[in-house]
């Protein structure tokens, strides 16, 4: 989809300064959209932000903790200071710890918690005011292959995960009398940031590796032509899907 399918829409891509929502800017950006790139990682982002903005693509860069309701409405604020109205927010923010669950604190449980799910609520709460009125707009929550499938020891990034897409079908019924789809996009083993515990293990790499029957981890540029295609006008009838990415792991 090397088109300019995007010129003229304005998005927001929270977790956008690395790994997969990095590539989906990169991927809107290249369609023609005006992208607004927004992490908490003030160095990252303007290294993000620098890193497209070489390429001439449009984008900008907004300092936000999803999981801040202040931060989030402050973001919010500003985009529509910048951009007036939103055509399409990805939601992408997210953390994973993978431990027992009888080893984890509250506080951890509700960090993985309000940063993959709170978040999402708060960012899609905030921009939605942006987003009306318009008969178009597109939500895209990035979900997980384990919305589906579980694997030990990720029991708080499961239930963030489970319940991200319980959102993302709820919201594709309340939204879609407007026009607005929403959807999910569920990553399987990516060789991102967030899987550098296992990319660094030997052992633990190759047995992801042996799980997954297209026999490889996905790459990031595996996930930004997906994303483009759910913001074009061909996936109009698409809204409370989830599409798996996961080389055929959730098929076995």
């Known amino acids: 989809m090397k088109t300019r399918t995007l010129v003229g829409k304005n998005a927001v891509i929270t977790g956008a300064s690395r790994g997969l929502g990095l590539s989906i ?22 290294a993000a932000t620098e890193q497209l903005s070489s390429r001439d693509l449009a984008v900008e860069s907004l300092v936000a903790d999803v999981k801040r309701e202040t931060e989030v409405n402050a973001m ?22 993978r ?28 921009l939605l005011p942006h987003m009306r009125g318009q008969g178009y707009g597109r939500i895209i929550n990035l979900t997980s292959m384990m919305s589906h499938v579980a694997l030990p020891q990720r029991t708080a990034y499961c239930a963030s995960k489970f319940g991200l897409l319980g959102l993302t079908r709820a919201l594709a019924l309340e939204l879609a009398p407007e026009r607005i789809t929403v959807n999910g996009i569920s990553p399987g083993p990516f060789a991102t940031e967030i899987n550098r515990p296992l990319l660094e293990s030997a052992e633990l790499s190759q047995w992801f590796v042996s799980r997954i029957p297209l026999g490889r981890w996905g790459e990031s540029r595996d996930i930004g032509q997906l994303a483009l295609y759910l913001c074009s006008e061909a996936a109009g009838f698409i809204t409370g899907a989830d599409i798996v990415i996961d080389g055929g792991w959730t098929a076995q």
């Open 76 to 97: 919010a604020d500003a985009v529509a200071s910048r951009f007036g109205k939103v055509q399409i927010l990805v939601n992408n923010a997210g953390i994973n710890l």
């Open 99 to 126: 431990q027992p669950l009888a080893e984890f604190t509250l506080a951890e449980w509700q960090e993985v918690l309000d940063t993959n799910l709170t978040g999402a609520f708060l960012v899609t709460r905030a």
């Open 25 to 46: 800017a990169e991927a809107l950006a290249e369609a023609g959209a005006r992208v607004a790139l927004v992490a908490r990682d003030r160095q990252r982002l303007r």
